[in-house]
């Protein structure tokens, strides 16, 4: 990609600061869109560096039950993906600086349909695309169309990524490669340190994009170690569970649910900047 | 000659039957949109097939088993008395309920059985709507002797009980799924997070033509024994082919196999039948992803799907379990576009109507799945010439739907 993305700068502003990156994972529209908005907008301070927002669906067939239940409480309360991408707009209101990733499945954007929700999202300010379930092989779908559009289209690198593979991985890949430490869903079993070592190390000797490590971190001693040899860490069934724990017994969020939110940002964030 | 990936819309191609591409399309339907964990799997699992289907060796240990195991070929029977009361086309069952399990399900699970021990994978999954797929699953991971999971929504083990039993039984896991509404969809998810989660050693038999490429065609070529049965069947019988063929479409598995060897027969009248719930006009009322959906992309394929406006996927409704699914398998939805194939409907009360009205003129009790088929062979056999022979896939037995049968009907068991 030719112009350097909000993204690229990003990343660079970390290597210029030697420490790994910290993405969040969020739901948009959870609980609901009020509470998801203060949340979005206290992100940044809380030490976010680049955001990951989850576009709701039905069916979040990768994920595991906390980010499925964030998914299903944002629909439960009315959620649309319009509702997503003017979220985004206001949150630019406020920052011209912190990246904005929207992450989800594939459908909502077809529906949408996709050239009309590229446009959309552009104009938004969102900065790039994690659409779980298209996969290289339908690059010409969704990625390439959206490098068109000036955004970002961040792929998935897994365990089962092997040597062979990662080229056909790495093609059209921009802005970040989010590395998946476990073979699972989102919120599972813990990673294996040094498993995730090797690999990230493998991935590192075939590309110069920066690379993000997730999927199963709980702890910011657990974000620390797997921080080693990478460029970012990315945390959210914790944080979707945060906000679970935070609620109502129905279902409403309280005074505590944005602040127990962005104070486990704030933690995850100073294990990462303590060296 | 043209492909079906690059068919315009509108024109007909040389050939119904040269699908999927090699990307697995089915002029825009299909394709793999799944997870990457599970890419390079897909991929193995397209080169194990690909090399199965030219092993002689491999289709002789699959004709072995059809034969001896699971009891094909199945009976083409002629429904005299159904004929008689519906007064037109001569109507023939294809019983496919009479397989071992009791319904098509084991010709597609024999099959990827074989391919599974080819990949030398050490544990199988499923999901299950009614439990016949879960059964057939079930059966062949005991012959076979590799452990099982079976995933079943939560309200599908309620209404399909004596299958639960069974499974249990042959020694598989039933995981009772209670996200969702907890029926098929829902249970299809649940085992697409176990496959990703344990890839390595785990082989995901799919029960229906749906799911990423290649699932839908080796789904397609292992139930396509049924017609081609059904050709040799009929010639022999009555000397030509046959007029109209009828099917069920939950995921489509049994009508594809029906329709598929009969596809380049022009004359040939193709109709499946999906499930039509309270009625079509009920939203959310029903099943029948073709005629009240619209296309999108769910568990790995492009097709047709139950969704709201937003892209969400509706959980839809219908009395029988095997056909309450948002989706159906993405050949379906290219030869509804293609005008090949007439898609229709028959609600609830329709299908219960058919499977009393078979349990007492034919004294064959049929799964609640094939009832629905027969309820539109009701329709259109009255309006059909007497010469016109048509035939039904009698998909499965209706021993697992009594109960359910009984709660509809408001009697005591």
């Not at chain 2, 050939?15 to 964990?37: K, L, M, N, Q, Y």
């Not at chain 2, 099959?111 to 080819?118: E, K, N, T, Y």
Request: with cysteine; aromatic share 6%.
């Amino acid at each position: 990609m030719s112009k350097t993305t909000r993204i690229d700068r990003r990343f660079a502003k970390l290597k210029e600061e030697g420490r790994p990156g910290l993405v969040t994972f969020i739901t948009a529209g959870d609980p609901d869109l009020e509470t998801s908005k203060k949340i979005l907008l206290g992100l940044p301070k809380a030490g976010a560096d680049v955001i990951e927002l989850g576009m709701p669906f039905s069916d979040p067939m990768a994920d595991g039950p906390a980010i499925q239940a964030s998914s299903l409480r944002a629909l439960k309360a009315g959620h649309k993906m319009r509702a997503t991408l003017e979220l985004v707009s206001e949150f630019r209101k406020h920052d011209q600086d912190t990246p904005i990733v929207l992450m989800g499945y594939y459908n909502p954007i077809y529906v949408y349909p996709n050239e009309e929700f590229l446009k959309d999202a552009t104009a938004a300010g969102v900065d790039g695309l994690i659409v779980v379930d298209v996969p290289p092989e339908a690059d010409d779908e969704l990625c390439i169309p959206a490098r068109k559009h000036g955004l970002n289209f961040i792929r998935l690198a897994t365990p089962t990524t092997d040597a062979k593979r990662l080229p056909t991985v790495l093609t059209n890949t921009s802005g970040f490669l989010y590395y998946v430490s476990i073979t699972g869903i989102t919120g599972a079993a813990a990673p294996d340190v040094n498993a995730v070592h090797t690999h990230v190390n493998l991935i590192k000797k075939a590309t110069t994009l920066p690379v993000a490590v997730g999927f199963g971190v709980k702890t910011g001693d657990q974000a620390k170690a797997l921080a080693k040899g990478a460029d970012a860490v990315v945390v959210g069934s914790a944080l979707v569970s945060a906000i679970e724990q935070s609620l109502e017994p129905g279902g409403r969020s309280t005074s505590k649910t944005v602040a127990s939110v962005l104070d486990l940002v704030q933690s995850f964030a100073g294990a990462l900047r303590t060296g | 000659m043209a492909t079906a990936s690059t068919q315009p819309k509108g024109t007909k191609p040389n050939t119904f039957r040269s699908g999927p591409d090699d990307r697995g399309h089915f002029g825009i339907f299909g394709g793999r949109f799944v997870a990457e964990t599970l890419m390079p799997l897909i991929l193995d699992l397209e080169r194990a097939y690909n090399e199965a289907k030219n092993d002689p060796a491999f289709h002789a240990e699959l004709a072995d088993l059809n034969a001896n195991y699971a009891g094909r070929p199945s009976a083409l029977y002629f429904a005299e008395r159904l004929t008689e009361q519906f007064g037109g086309a001569k109507i023939y069952f294809k019983r496919d309920e009479l397989n071992h399990t009791g319904s098509h399900k084991i010709n597609n699970c024999l099959g990827q059985i074989l391919l599974a021990r080819r990949m030398r994978k050490t544990r199988i999954i499923a999901e299950t709507g009614a439990g016949q797929h879960g059964v057939a699953v079930a059966t062949v991971c005991a012959r076979f002797g590799l452990p099982c999971e079976i995933f079943m929504g939560k309200t599908d083990v309620e209404r399909q009980k004596p299958n639960v039993f069974r499974m249990g039984l042959l020694g598989a896991k039933v995981n009772p799924v209670t996200s969702g509404a907890g029926t098929l969809k829902d249970a299809m998810n649940e085992a697409l997070r176990d496959w990703v989660t344990n890839v390595r050693d785990t082989y995901y038999i799919i029960g229906t033509v749906a799911g990423p490429h290649p699932y839908p065609e080796l789904v397609r070529d292992f139930q396509s024994i049924i017609g081609k049965e059904v050709r040799e069947q009929m010639l022999e019988r009555e000397g030509r082919l046959p007029d109209t063929l009828v099917a069920c479409i939950g995921g489509g598995s049994n009508a594809i196999g029906l329709f598929h060897p009969f596809l380049d027969d022009e004359n040939v009248k193709l109709y499946g039948v999906e499930a039509g719930g309270h009625g079509l006009d009920v939203p959310n009322g029903h099943a029948a992803s073709m005629n009240g959906g619209n296309p999108g992309v769910l568990h790995g394929n492009r097709t047709y799907l139950l969704q709201d406006d937003d892209g969400q996927i509706l959980e839809g409704h219908s009395i029988s379990a095997g056909l309450d699914y948002p989706g159906v398998g993405p050949e379906h939805a290219w030869l509804k576009e293609t005008g090949r194939v007439t898609y229709v409907a028959a609600t609830d009360q329709e299908a219960l109507d058919a499977f009393q009205m078979c349990t007492t003129l034919e004294g064959i009790i049929p799964a609640l799945e094939p009832s629905h088929a027969l309820a539109y062979v009701e329709k259109l056999a009255p309006t059909l010439s007497k010469d016109n022979l048509l035939v039904m896939n009698m998909c499965g037995r209706g021993d697992k739907d009594i109960f359910a049968v009984a709660g509809h009907l408001g009697m005591k068991m």
